[in-house]
């Protein structure tokens, strides 16, 4: 399953990523529609549900991420909806680790 969240607020840390595996840090804004995709391995095999997903949050419920390879990039998100068949564009779409 997908996971659409909105960008609430971010670091100045992803703007400042150059390496070439995470360029992708630069292209994250406030405000913009994001789509997180839940699979194996990061998928519990018990819950069936990946860690961090926001089951249990609404759009008024303030989360926290933070970027693989760059721990100082980070920010928070507010959950908009749960998709079960996920319809990510190639652009902002991103995965549970």
């Not at 997903?53 to 920010?75: R, Y």
Request: hydrophobic share 30%; net charge positive; with cysteine.
């Amino acid at each position: 399953y997908c996971v659409e969240f909105r960008t609430e607020s971010l670091s100045q840390h992803c703007a400042l990523e150059t390496r070439p595996f995470a360029r992708w840090m630069q292209y994250l804004r406030e405000g913009h529609t994001v789509c997180v995709t839940c699979q194996p391995p990061a998928m519990s095999t018990a819950t069936r549900r990946c860690s961090g997903d926001g089951h249990n949050a609404h759009g008024d419920k303030i989360l926290h991420w933070e970027a693989i390879g760059n721990s100082q990039c980070q920010g928070t998100w507010k959950k908009i909806r749960q998709l079960e068949h996920c319809s990510c564009p190639l652009v902002h779409s991103f995965i549970f680790t």
